[in-house]
């Protein structure tokens, strides 16, 4: 194996990566640990290649979103001051939605496909699989955000592409897949595991949602600082807890 | 089962205690205090408000002190003790949100709005109901065991969410008796005399009853779990 | 009674009869389930018994 293997299959497997890099200094316990960043980077990497090829995911996930606005221009019936106020319910709402579609295949597939084992067998900390797992979710939802953005931008006539708003979406979406991947790796195992990620994430993430379409609405209504501010600031102490939680609990969700 | 003398003396000791506190506690807030000028008898649920609060943030919080000793020691009688405060506090919980809805129809005019106190309640009982879901939907007790004692604490940050949402957002209309807020940041008890006396009354006995039907609740834990094993203890026999 | 509660005493009293109705269904949730437990037990010390009484005869 070289350094930096090609893989043939779709199911990229971190733990080649992992392994094939050896180790720069064998760890005190038994097993030598790949350094901590390396191999967030690796289980990330993994996802996004596995993605890229099938694209199974974010097809569903944009076309969803597509639906969603959809759904929603219709059922609300918007004028153009309703609009205004309505959108940062609305932005939120999908992303959250589309989000769950994404968060539930992540380790779902990962499980069916057995892969989950091999990861978990994998010389690396268990919490670098989690950030790494975490990065992977990360991103795929920011992809639909933007792709959200713009779309409401020009369906709603609402500029969205503001750098504050960017902020706060980042925010948010960080705090929401952080709850979102600690919790799935739960629900997975669960009987009913597509009900269950949602009743178990919903009230987990609903601090962080509302925070979020609070400060939004304040940010695009011009509203003065100490409107948003406090907003951001809870949004930044959920997503702090939220990533303590999952660096210190995900260790126990996925022992076996 | 068997519990030694001592502990089950000293529950029902505690059962009775429980009952005759509430009843003083009842007699308190309904005929001791006067009727309050603006809010009238209206007033008079905010002592068992306030009380099943304290009883629901006493189960909470010991339902964190559980799972994180759970993840510790994984001795299956903390995932008990678990799940008893879990069930206690949302019972705790209910009456919290029902006797606020009660008191806000008459002084708000409206049984529920979208305050966020109200909301941050809301959602910390979907939370702890959540739990109990997360718990019936995994069949292997080991692992049901130890993903109850993360979500437990997990759903923790819902009960810090209701206690900080105020203090960073001064826009609701829910009164805020005790603390620091954004207003007076230095902390206060704004009330006194007897409806001060009796409030603190009604505390300490909704924090002994919420540890009474806990203690109960575990022994009927034990006793569900004590009879499972002997069922297939005697199907196997057969 | 006489006595004068203030104001919105139906309100005071549907608070509190709340309070009562889910305290009350706590607790007997969990009486009743007590119950059902205990007969269980009896149920399972009988049914032990017999098989004793079973092998007994039969060896």
């Known amino acids: 194996m070289s350094a930096n293997p090609e893989p043939t299959t779709h199911a990229v497997s971190a733990a080649e990566g992992a392994i094939a890099r050896p180790a720069r200094r064998a760890g005190r316990r038994h097993r030598p640990l790949t350094p901590f960043w390396r191999a967030v980077g690796a289980v990330a990497w993994k996802d996004l290649r596995a993605e890229m090829r099938s694209r199974e995911l974010i097809n569903s996930m944009v076309l969803f979103t597509f639906m969603t606005v959809m759904v929603f221009s219709l059922a609300l019936e918007l004028d153009k001051e309703a609009r205004q106020t309505t959108v940062a319910g609305v932005l939120w709402v999908t992303i959250v939605f589309a989000g769950l579609i994404g968060l539930g295949r992540s380790l779902a597939a990962e499980k069916d496909r057995g892969s989950l084992d091999a990861l978990l067998l994998t010389p690396i900390d268990r919490s670098a699989l989690f950030f790494g797992k975490m990065i992977g979710n990360l991103l795929f939802v920011l992809v639909i955000a933007l792709v959200l953005l713009a779309l409401l931008t020009v369906l709603f006539n609402v500029t969205l592409l503001k750098p504050l708003l960017i902020v706060v979406m980042v925010l948010g979406t960080v705090g929401f897949t952080t709850a979102g991947t600690l919790l799935s790796s739960m629900s997975v195992h669960a009987r009913a595991r597509e009900a269950m990620l949602p009743i178990i994430l919903m009230p987990v993430v609903l601090p962080v949602l509302i925070s979020a379409v609070r400060a939004s609405v304040a940010i695009l209504e011009g509203l003065p600082r100490d409107d948003w501010f406090p907003w951001i600031q809870l949004l930044v102490v959920a997503d702090a807890i939220f990533l303590a939680a999952g660096y210190g609990l995900f260790d126990y969700v996925v022992e076996e | ?238 | 009674m006489d006595f004068d509660f203030g104001k919105y005493t139906e309100y005071m009293v549907l608070g509190y009869a709340a309070m009562a109705l889910i305290l009350a269904l706590m607790i007997a949730s969990m009486a009743v389930r007590f119950r059902v437990l205990r007969r269980q037990q009896e149920e399972i010390r009988r049914l032990e018994a017999e098989i004793a009484e079973e092998r007994r005869r039969s060896s």
């Open chain 2, 1 to 238: 089962m068997t519990y030694s003398d001592s502990r089950t003396r000293l529950l029902r000791g505690l059962t009775i205690a429980a009952v005759v506190l509430f009843v003083i506690g009842l007699y308190l807030a309904l005929f001791w205090v006067g009727p309050e000028r603006q809010q009238g008898a209206a007033q008079r649920i905010f002592y068992v408000h306030l009380g099943s609060f304290l009883g629901s943030f006493i189960a909470f919080g010991a339902a964190v002190v559980a799972g994180i000793a759970y993840l510790r020691t994984r001795n299956p009688r903390w995932d008990t003790f678990g799940l008893a405060n879990v069930e206690v506090g949302l019972g705790m919980a209910a009456i919290t949100i029902v006797t606020g809805m009660t008191w806000a129809r008459p002084i708000w005019n409206t049984w529920w709005t979208w305050d966020p106190r109200l909301t941050s309640v809301a959602i910390m009982w979907l939370a702890y109901a959540a739990y109990l879901m997360l718990r019936s939907g995994i069949e292997d007790p080991e692992r049901r065991q130890r993903f109850a004692a993360v979500y437990g604490i997990i759903a923790f940050a819902s009960v810090l969410f209701t206690i900080i949402i105020i203090r960073v957002r001064p826009d609701t209309i829910h009164p805020v008796v005790a603390g620091p807020t954004q207003a007076d940041p230095t902390g206060s008890f704004e009330v006194a005399g007897r409806i001060r006396d009796t409030l603190f009354f009604n505390l300490f006995t909704f924090a002994v009853i919420t540890v009474v039907l806990v203690w109960h609740r575990i022994r009927l834990e034990n006793l569900i779990q004590h009879v499972m094993r002997r069922k297939l203890e005697v199907l196997s026999e057969l």
